[in-house]
């Protein structure tokens, strides 16, 4: 009997005051927040990609904030990005030692920053920093029918991240652009670069390393590609490899799936290729040696010369000095 008054009053106390229970809301993410993210979705891949004694791991990243976080922190962002490199070269010299090789998929590192209401079919919070890693990038410009990648991105169910597919299209829903854009260039001695005399983190926007002219006998048309990364992939043009900035896709049937890889050897400083077409590839007139899948027998390219596919498509290929 005593407890029924007590509870009376209560009941009435809380229509009339509002209550203390209300759940808090997660706190807007700082600087060291965003780092975290960035750092742990790097080393997640550093366990994941790496294969063999190859040391491999993601080198873009693409992190997507609440608009009103976005605006708060992006006069931070130049400086977060320098960390977060830092911070990758510091787990690459601590893992390195289990690997015989270090081998990155491309020649810089890119972050880029964008805000958005919706992302992955879900609202951004403002206590949200959804990070997503990519080995080689993803054309989100150019979303294509079921044009899907496989990223390392953290999953609700487990907060862990995980490989997981995520569809390009969604990337439509967050606004990307150039002021939360960076790249810094990738030092084989895994050392952040020395920043400007302004003391401001290194930021560029590189004009590529080798000019790739090409022509198709059968269509008489041509085009051009820009080699910005340690390593490419020539490939016949397919909705399934439409999601990789490194891929210079040719419409062609001549042109095998893939048909040829190109790298710059950072040891000897020379471009090289491997050709895993069935039909020849030959670089000059003299032909390459066709290689098996996984196993590229590498050939040395000029830093000027002329590569025939299959005997219809004419490449003309210019190291950039």
Known sequence: ?????????????????????????????????????????????????????????????????????????????????????????????????????????????????????????????????????????????????????????????????????????LLQQVNFIDTGSFTIRYNPDLRLPVTGSNGKAVRSFDSGIASIKYYLADKNIDGSYTMRDREMVIARKDPANQGYSNYLLIDSEYVSDPHARIRLNEASGKFQIASFSRFETRVNEELVPRSEAGQPQWFDLPGECQVLLNASVTLHFSAIN
């Not at 190859?54 to 992190?63: A, G, I, P, T, W």
């Not at 962002?77 to 090789?101: G, M, N």
């Not at 990648?149 to 487990?158: D, L, Q, Y």
């Open 1 to 169: 009997m005593n407890n029924q008054p007590r509870g009376l009053f209560g009941a009435i106390k809380s229509l009339i005051l509002p209550s203390t229970a209300v759940a808090a809301q997660p706190a807007a993410p700082d600087n060291n927040a965003i780092l975290d993210e960035l750092v742990a979705c790097f080393d997640r891949s550093c366990k994941k990609e790496s294969v063999g004694s190859s040391l491999l791991f993601n080198m873009h990243f693409l992190v997507v904030l609440h608009p009103d976080v976005y605006a708060d922190r992006l006069a931070s962002f130049p400086v977060v990005v320098k960390e977060a490199v830092k911070a990758f070269y510091k787990k690459l010299q601590s893992y390195k030692q289990h690997y015989e090789e270090v081998s990155p998929v491309s020649m810089q590192w890119s972050i880029r920053f964008g805000e958005g209401d919706f992302f992955n079919g879900e609202k951004v919070q403002p206590g949200d920093i959804h990070v997503v890693g990519m080995l080689t990038g993803g054309k989100e410009n150019t979303p294509q029918a079921g044009n899907t990648a496989r990223v390392t991105m953290k999953s609700r169910r487990t907060n862990l991240y995980e490989k997981m597919d995520i569809n390009l299209d």
